[in-house]
């Protein structure tokens, strides 16, 4: 006697499994099919010897490739299906003398994969509703056939999200799609260049007095003009070195002074066509300014009492000519200062007679000044030098 299914009806869920396949990578989702036991036979009699029931499924309507018998059961999980195929299922029951059903009505699932990939020189965070996308270089979800998936973009700061491309998607706003097939989409992002930043000085350079040094700098297109100011005390005061200049460099003739400046600063303003501000860029460290430079001993040296060494030092320009130069040196770590030599004009070198002393913490100063006895010039050696009887 045939079963008559007189009502049966299939409840599709997908839930999205990571299944790494041995053969494949590719993604896995789910459908749980649900159905009601039918309650008579074909001829109208009632069905006492309900056996169990087969599910069919396959890739193609009316044509399954897989069928299981899943028992007196009315749910079933099939978890082998591959992201970007349709399944199409149907349900047969069976009773107790073998006789199968006609099949149940058809119904079919399908899920596909929404890729995500980043592209630009910047970045920023891609999130969706329904959520399952929230990533910063690029990720992947799966969605139910049919899903309405918004995808939002939003950059992290110094980048410009300039738009979407790919199927679907357009535009640099929230972009909404209907996903009925595997969809690659690509959020471009752009680093931003702020309005102006400086490229040199970056800090730690030592840039010589009376030299010509090249100030250069990044900037928007709308910054015209800038002002440059510089600071030889850690920003704590400001002098102006150049108003309302064009372009992204300009020519600093560095000034001459009466000592060495290490905390030397500069910073720019820039202004648009209308003169208003629109930002603002300081040297992210601090760069010295060098009058004169001992170069020899400058720290590590090994010296010998009694020996000769040639002091050597570097001067550039000064605010007015140098009349003589003093020599001193310390082996207390700095808290006296002995007597080298005096020499008239500045020579830039001595041979000295290394004194009669043990220490370890011992140093070579060069003290420049001019015909009014005005300092113009001071330096010592960097680290210790080593003296030994």
Known sequence: MRILISRMSIILTAIVT?????TSPAFAYIVTLSWETPTKNADGTPLTD?????????????????????????AYTANDLVNGVTYYFAV???????????YSNEVSAAQYVLTINKGGTGNGTLTSAPG?????SGCKESYKNGTVVTLAAAPDTGSLFTGWSGSGCAGNGQCALTLNANTTITANFNATITAVKFTSPKGGEVIPSGSTYTIRWEASPTATKFDLIYSMNNGATWKPMANFIAGTSYNWTV????KNKKGCLVRITGYDSYSTKIGEDTSDGTFMIEIVRVISPNGGEALKSGN???????????VSPVARTR?????????SWNRIHTLPGNPGSYTWTVPYVSSAQCKVK??????GGKLVGIDSSDAYFTNQP
């Open 18 to 22: 990571l299944l790494f396949l041995y």
């Open 50 to 74: 309900l056996q169990g029931f087969r599910v069919y499924y396959g890739a193609s309507s009316d044509n399954y490739s897989r069928n299981i018998d899943v028992g007196n059961v009315t």
């Open 92 to 102: 047969t029951a069976y009773d107790s003398s073998g006789n199968q059903s006609n």
């Open 132 to 136: 399952g996308i929230n990533c910063g």
């Open 255 to 258: 000034p001459a002074l009466r």
């Open 308 to 318: 000769t060494l040639t002091i050597q030092w570097q001067t550039n320009k000064t």
């Open 327 to 335: 020599l001193r040196y310390t082996c207390d770590g700095g808290i």
């Open 366 to 371: 060069a003290v420049l000044r001019d015909a």
